[in-house]
């Protein structure tokens, strides 16, 4: 038997800690990664050509060491992020130059900067091992795992750790991530596996649910108050199937943008009373590559104050260059864009008169902070929150996993299994689960 299936075996059969931690580590282990000598075989081809199912090989590597305050994780499932499309496309750069950033800085920094990159920023595992200077952790530990990578020696940590000059999202800036059977991670990464949750349903959020998170609960960006109505894109996807579970828990108002009726029904099951179909609507927020119609901004703003009678305190932006200048329009006096990504174009063009005149604020945003990280995890834990996974691949499918996920088909998250041989598994917790409810847990599953 391999030592990766003795492990497995020892993970199913409930070895205690000693036992896995006395079981050998394999020498190499399945991964998924890009590759630094084809970085440029997609020369000229539009973004939405290029297909990961070329770009990410499954195969095996060597398992590196582990540095003192890193652990050694069993990865059971792992999960696709937007940032992993990003890395099998090389766009809008090739992350290899991340990687050799990161291996100029220190001696176990420089484990990084290798030909290939393992890509993943979610997962969810088993410890293995624990390097000599993590307290909190040990073997054994069933874990999810937040992809925020700082140095917690850098004195600019400390305040925000998104603010840190060396903050890293693992996985994308650096190697080793959660796609494959072992990831290596500091142990400040580490967080407790929400009992009640199968190990797909457990790997699958922290990414997204954080980032969420921050943008709409924490102090940091959102701050979001009771009563406070929040325009929220792409509404069943990733971070926006989070976003309206934090708006709805908060007590405000959300307004679910999707792009088809099967999403719009999702989003009514989920609880959000107002709901746009942006396809039916037929949104034409540009003329043409290079001039955007206020006219549709202002179409959106009356579709908006019909389904709640008022403008919306904060926007939810992530779609980017084709939907912001529509955002900033229809956001309310003193009312503010939250931002964290650009999915369709990062040069941004809105009209200033519209956000100065009316005190508007735009305010970035980015992943979340081991503190935001752990309280969304406690969101789940608490079952406040619950997983948006909607379809489950295998690890050596992870290209059309990522695919899926680049061309707008798949709904909430897209699961991928590393060592769990199975769905279902994991589950510690049946009575704290069926209080959470079957039908809310398993909804993106069963109506996706
Ligand atoms: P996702 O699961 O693919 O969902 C994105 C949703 O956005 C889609 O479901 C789609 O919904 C909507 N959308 C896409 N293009 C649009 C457009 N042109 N106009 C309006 N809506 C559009 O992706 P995700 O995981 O939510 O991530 C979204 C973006 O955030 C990505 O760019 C990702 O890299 C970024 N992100 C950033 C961070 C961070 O920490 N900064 C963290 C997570 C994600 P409909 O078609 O139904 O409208």
Redesign the pocket.
């Known amino acids: 038997m391999s030592s990766t299936d003795a492990i497995l075996e020892a993970i199913q059969s409930g070895a205690s800690g000693d036992d896995l931690a006395n079981l050998p580590l394999p020498e190499s282990y399945r991964a998924a990664f890009v590759k630094a000598d084809e970085q440029e075989m997609w020369e000229g081809v539009e973004s939405w050509d290029k297909d990961p199912r070329q770009s990410l090989h499954v195969d095996e590597v060597p398992l590196p060491e582990i540095a003192p305050d890193e652990a050694v994780v069993a990865v059971m499932a792992s999960a696709i992020?937007?940032?992993t499309?990003?890395t099998s496309i090389f766009e809008p750069l090739s992350t290899f130059g991340f990687l050799k950033r990161l291996g100029k800085e220190s001696v176990w920094g420089a484990r990084h900067d290798l030909p290939y990159h393992i890509v993943g920023s979610d997962a969810s595992g088993v410890v293995l091992r624990t390097g000599s200077a993590v307290r909190n952790w040990k073997p054994g530990d069933r874990v999810t795992i937040h992809c925020n990578h700082v140095d917690d020696q850098d004195p600019t940590a400390h305040d925000d750790s998104m603010l840190a000059a060396n903050q890293r999202?693992w996985g994308f800036e650096t190697n080793f991530g959660g796609l494959a059977d072992l990831t290596v991670v500091k142990a400040n990464q580490l967080m407790p596996k929400p009992a009640h949750l199968t190990w797909e349903e457990a790997a699958c959020n922290a990414?997204?649910n954080?980032?969420?998170y921050?943008m709409i609960v924490s102090k940091h960006a959102g701050d979001m108050r009771q009563g406070e109505a929040v325009l929220v894109?792409?509404?069943?996807?990733?971070?926006?199937?989070y976003g309206v579970q934090y708006v709805l828990n908060g007590g405000g108002i959300p307004v679910g943008?999707?792009?088809?009726p099967e999403?719009a029904e999702l989003l009514h099951a989920m609880g959000v009373e107002h709901v746009i179909?942006?396809?039916e609507k037929g949104y034409k927020f540009w003329k043409d590559e290079h001039t955007q119609d206020e006219s549709e901004w202002r179409r959106l703003g009356k579709d908006i104050r019909s389904l709640i009678g008022k403008d919306v305190e904060m926007v939810f932006e992530?779609?980017?260059?084709?939907?912001f200048g529509a955002s900033v329009f229809v956001t309310a006096r003193a009312g503010r864009i939250i931002t964290?990504?650009?999915?369709?174009g990062y040069m941004i063009e809105y009209d200033n008169r519209h956000l100065w005149m009316k005190l508007k604020r735009i305010i970035s945003?980015?992943?979340?902070n081991y503190a935001e990280a752990w309280a969304a995890n406690q969101a789940l834990i608490d079952g406040s929150v619950v997983p948006l996974l909607s379809k489950v691949y295998e690890l050596e499918q992870t290209g059309e996993a990522a695919l899926s996920?680049?061309h707008?088909e798949?709904?909430?998250?897209?699961g991928v299994l590393c060592m769990a041989p199975t769905e279902g598994l994991g589950i510690d917790d049946p009575e704290f689960r069926d209080k959470v409810g079957e039908d809310r847990i398993t909804l993106f599953r069963r109506m996706a």
């Open positions: 992020n937007f940032n499309v990003w999202i990414l997204c954080s980032t969420s921050r894109w792409g509404a069943t996807g990733g971070i926006g199937g943008v999707v792009s088809s999403r179909d942006r396809r992530h779609p980017g260059r084709q939907t964290c990504a650009a999915t369709s945003s980015h992943f979340a996920v680049h707008n798949a709904e909430g998250k897209v």
